[in-house]
């Protein structure tokens, strides 16, 4: 009985600490959304941040790939999203997804930018509670002027 006890207080009670720590301290999933103004397919100096732009997180169950959470938000004027998840997703897989650009001239998904996977459980040593996203993009329904000149600094030399 009392190695029962025992396991319990060593094993059982840490893991449902953990948990109810993480409702009282929820995950906050942060990322930027910009416009590609080049259409170059990442960002660049002409890159603008769009505020407004919705975005959501969903994790899905990994055998089934059947949707389980899902919940949207919007950027700030800095184009910045933060989304707060109170549940443990440990045996999910999570993305961050673009749904819809705030700005109809720049409304195109940025193929292979349009999601960023994120870690959304507190029992793999991350000890901040903020999971950070990669950025996500738009791209504009056609090139601005000077894109050109933007394009020449990513070339590589062919000398090489």
Request: aromatic content about 6%.
């Amino acid at each position: 009985m009392a190695k029962v006890l025992l396991f319990i207080a060593l094993c059982v009670v840490p893991s449902l600490v953990s948990a109810a720590r993480m409702v009282m301290n929820p995950l906050m999933v942060q990322g930027q959304i910009y416009c590609d103004h080049c259409r170059a397919g990442f960002e660049t100096p002409k890159t603008t941040n769009m505020p407004g732009a919705k975005v959501k997180v969903v994790c899905s169950d990994r055998k089934t790939g059947e949707v389980v959470y899902e919940k949207e938000g919007y950027t700030d004027s800095t184009g910045q999203y933060k989304i707060s998840v109170s549940e443990d997703h440990l045996d999910e897989v999570c993305d961050a997804l673009l749904v819809k650009s705030s700005q109809p001239e720049c409304a195109q998904m940025t193929p292979g930018r349009e999601r960023a996977r994120v870690i959304l459980t507190n029992f793999n040593g991350i000890a901040s509670n903020t999971r950070f996203a990669n950025s996500m993009g738009f791209m504009a329904d056609e090139p601005e002027a000077g894109c050109a000149e933007v394009m020449k600094l990513y070339q590589l030399e062919e000398d090489n």
